[in-house]
């Protein structure tokens, strides 16, 4: 069972945290500490799995992370998950592929900005610790039938939900970028998206 | 920085999408979000940070109080409370705001509140109950989504309780026209299973028609709860072993829709859950095992080496194989695929591989040697997770022989590693290989004396308590315990003179204490050095108190002599006046015994390790104390739970009237005062030999009763005369010339060497063969029947095992199947030995692979095959005549009563265990039967039982310790239920040994039902009245009616009172109550009603769990009614 998924960029500032199983508060933030000290001081060319920690579980858990331009996605899994399979879960075809088609080139300011969606997308792809799907176009299709809802309430309020939910691949409308954001200034050196 | 604000303008649109309404309200709001983001980015200090997010936090309770905010507001605010709590800022306020949202919001809203309900609540959260019917309400919208996500957060978490209420929806689910919705009520009913299995008892077929559900989806998540059951119960499934198989061939052979390839494997994630399940379903069983080999093999081809997931699915392949039945084609081929692995430049790989060696390395060890090169590049890996891997699967080959090499190697990571976590589990596995496998006295201390630096304060306890055992308790010859422990006290004495601040807590006690008990033993050590060397260790900074008065103990033990006595008296007169009572204490026992040499010649005897200590538990030498206490107007004692008792009723007012005050009679306070517990610890602390203390300690956490250890009183020179043989016949020992070395080589490095500079490699050959010496003469027996290097290690595993996880290896089936270790004594010392034990299962095919292996073993095995015939007689003969017999041994008290079935426990070919039950009113009575099926007598049986759950008393007089050929010994015990659970379980070890043999064990465990322990309980309609509310457990749950033509109640209420033994107390119209209890004296009520076709029933009780337990056995008697 997946035991916790965590998101933190490459200062350890959490971006995202989902626990399937109770921690205090304190022990989750000692969780993403500690997870975070164990997977950064790691070098690039090593192995993707570390053992060893005291917080989740002990012996019987792993961690499992790829590390993607400024984000570490960090899986706490115990010893029922397969290792490889968990890697791939992941990687490219799946979370943050599609994490990517959802917000066309992810980056860590979309995290930062959706966490709500992105909570949405993983509840998808894990429900209550078990791998529900792993197949993207299937989550994509979900994320999007409600999405779609999301829009069809802006407009006609109170239209019968089912029936906009049958709509499907739906373009979200491109918004004026008339915006100042000149002033955010994100500390990371370089946001490239994580393909 | 361009590139930042391209990707944030990129982003921006879908944020902005959350509303459509372009206008100001929205774009404020979200600013608001980024305001803080920007704002948190900025800072530079994590105070800073807590004081923008604190008032952060008092704008967003300000807003969400406001009876102005609306719903789209709330949820922009919502997800700022999200960003919060992630952060670690607490936001409670909130949460009752999330429940809200998510009753009242429209959809999206809800999406939002849901979200936020399941971040920051948990199961126990008192505000989860006010969810639940919003909850039912939206599993019953028409709506997709709304039940979708009510699904998601039920399987998120949910109250215990409340599961009854909404779980008919949910199983509604189940039939629901959409996939989706059905995977996901497949899932949220795992949850239920895993927190409340009893509550989904009754919907076990429901699980199988998931299983068979025509969506690949569904079926793959109903895996999960299978893989689950299978876990706890793998007998309970083999029927469904074939369709796993048929599943994973259709899968394999890519009949699944092209939708569910991922790189063109098919869905690789289901065929990895399906090998999971098959390796628990053929685990020790030969049939079950034999329908899986061809599945295996077509996966074990299809999977080619193309992409990550196909080295997932290839692990799992290799993993199942060698935990199923072994059979000869596929191990060579899973061998080869951990080859691929471990060769891999690719790490992850390789890391895989060394897994996957760590796991098939006891049962083959030549695997290993085959990739001994690989391993030796792989322990000077930079990636310290590679290493440690590589650590571990050296620690299971370790043997006698190559023990050093290994051990140094471990200690070298140890002095690099950092990581907490690793150096406690290194260090425990060190302190164990080197108690196992010492060569020499120097190399255990010194080897230990690293552990013990480097282990520092963390290391577990029992290392240190283990090693004072060790070195106290000694072995056969005393000249070889006299050397020991000199050579201990040697090295402690220059490691105080060198560095002692350096020197953690945990080592300076252990020091302290060697040097007290036998510092004696050295000639030309004098007491007062040693004196002088210790009271430095009182004056340095660090030291705890706990080391002080481990130090003060040991010089207790040494004043003696002029010197001494007078650093005593100087140390008496620091410490008299110390803080700490315990340190006063000691410091004043030090005072008086250096100044009585008599006295402290009979309070602290010399060499007093090994003697019994006897404690007289009744504290009887006190009673003449305690008299004249009372005597003197001292109160008499209470134990604590009176005391707390009178207390309760001291502060309730009392109406009663002064009662007579009535002279204590002695008899009655010297009986309280006999079970005092202050006193006899107290006691025992004053006859001041820590030692004892210490032991006790260690040996309640360590249980070492079943473990073999080499370095032990038995076995270390009995281990290691096989091993020397061994190294003498076979293989070249470590230190070997180098022209010797070179043959070694040749023989034994079977891989193809890299090139590397010939200085090099020629260090990595000679570290090759240091390291996996030994292994080499087992490579050739491993065939037959998984040989274990080292039986003493498997055992201790199995023993974890057993108490940690799977009740499917405690099956007394499973056990009796296990193919007993045949070490590499069989080729050796087949005739002598009555050792080696042979399972007649295991025969032909055993024999079968030895005659293949065309090794030195080849004469031997004629003897096998001569000598198995009467292994086959000597079981089986005595089976049939042996039910019959076995019912006149029960013991005279029972033996007119009716018993059980006689139930087989386990057997080997020298002892057979039964078990049956005899049910008396007010307990259980267990008989364990023990058939000595052997030729001659077992000699010091001990036979222990132990249950988590119950409470075993031994009846028989005296424990039985022998038996003789062919004759039963009984032993009989009394149970009753100490902790209510679903099974009940009674784990047994038996230990014997037969005359000229070694001691063996024999493990076993006996399942009984909670049925067997229910009585009825008599009582009237008033008093269950009073019980019922004063009991607090309770538990409700619908369970089926029996419908015959009469009156259904009543019907189901006598089934239940027939098969459970329940006393029906009342039926009054359509309700009815019940009551029985638990042996012993533990009640539980029932209340019946029959309402809208089901049995709505009540229980109460004030045992936890017994509701639910109860709840159990009433649903299964229903059901096979």
Redesign the interface.
Known sequence: MIKAILIFNNHGK?R???F?E?YT?DT??QI?RETFH?VSK??E??????????LIG??DYKLIYRHYATLYFVFCVDS?E????I???I?V?VFVETLDKC???V?E??L?????KV??IL?EMV??G??????M??IIT?VD??NK???S???IA?AP??AV?AVKNMN??????N?N???????VP???SFK | ?S???E????????????????GSAK?SSTSK??NL??GI??LTSKHEEEKLIQRELTSIKDQVSSPNTSMRQMKELM?RA??C????Y?ASFSYIHAIKLAQQG???DK??GY?AVS?FL???HELLLLLVNTVLKDLQS?????V?MAL?VV???FPKDMIPAILPLVEDKLNHPKE?IR??AV??L??FYLIAPNQVQHIHNKFRKALCDKDP?VMT?SL?IY?QLIKENSEGYKDLTASFVTILKQVVGGKLPM??N??SVPA??LQ?QLL?ILSLLGKNDQSTSEIMYEVLDESLRRAEMNH??T??IL??CVKCIYTIQPKSELLEKAAKCIGNFVLSPK??L???GLKALTYVVQQDPKLALQHQMTIIECLDH??L??K?ETLELLFRITNGQNVTVIVEKMLDFLRISK????TI?LVGKVAELAEKYAPDNEWFIETMNTVFSLGGDMMQPDIPNSFLKLLSEGFDSDEEDRKLRLFAVDSYVSLLQSEPNKLPQRFLQVISWVLGEYSHLSAELEPATVMTLLSKLLDLKHTSSETKSWVLMAMTKLCEGGVAISVAQDIYETHSSSMDTVLRQRAQELQHLSQDSELRGRVLPRDAGLMPLEVDSSLSFLDGFVSEALAAGAAPYKPPHQRQEELAQAKALSLEPYSLSLPISMSSCSIADRQSPTLMSMSSGLSGDSTDLSHKGGSTTLKLDGVKRVWGREGYLAQREPVEETAQVEVPSPLRSPSQQAEADSTQSQTPTPTVTPELEQDKQQLASSLFVGLGSQSSVCLMGKSDPTPQRFRRKAQGRASSSGASEKTPTSLGSTPSPVDNLLCNSLLDSNLVSEPTNQTPQASQSLDTTNGNCHEELTDVKENNPSLIHNNEEPDKPKDLCLSSHLPTELSGLSHSEITPLCSNQSVNLSACHVQKEDSLQLVIFIFNSSDSALQQMQLQVDSGELKLSLITDSPVEEVRSHSVAVCHYSVTVKRPSVHVEVLGMLSYQLPGGTPQTIQFSHKLPLTTFIRPLTLSTEEYGSMWLAFSQDTKQNLTLINDDQDPLTTTLNVLKKKLQLHVVEIIGVEGIVACQLVQDQPCLMHCRVHAGTLAVWLRSPVPDLPDCLLYHCQRALQEH
């Open positions: 959490p995202l945290s989902k399937y109770h508060e989750e933030q993403i164990l790691r070098d060319n090593v192995c993707n799995f570390l053992e060893g920690g005291m002990g012996s029922s397969s290792e490889l399979g890697l791939d879960l990687q075809k917000f066309e080139n980056c300011l979309d930062i900005f959706h966490v709500d909570h949405n509840a429900m209550g078990m791998v529900l799907e792993t197949n176009n299937e979900q039938a409600q809802m999301e829009k309430e802006a407009g109170g939900a089912r939910s979200l409308p491109e918004m004026p970028r915006i954001i000149g002033d955010i200034s994100i500390k370089n946001l490239p | 920085m590139d930042v604000v990707k944030t303008l990129t982003a921006l649109p879908s944020l902005l999408s959350l509303d459509s309404q372009p774009l979000l980024g983001i920007r980015t900025e997800v999200i960003y709590e992630m952060l670690g607490e429209s959809v999206l999406r939002v979200l971040l948990n199961e126990s028409t709506n997709l989504i709304e979708c998601t399987s998120q978490m989706i995977r996901k899932l949220a795992y949850k989806g998540a999960h893989l939708d569910f991922y790189h690789p994630w990895i999971r990550n997931i080295y997932a692990y799992e790490i992850n390789k890391y895989l930079p990636d997770i590679i440690r990581d907490d976590y690793t589990d």
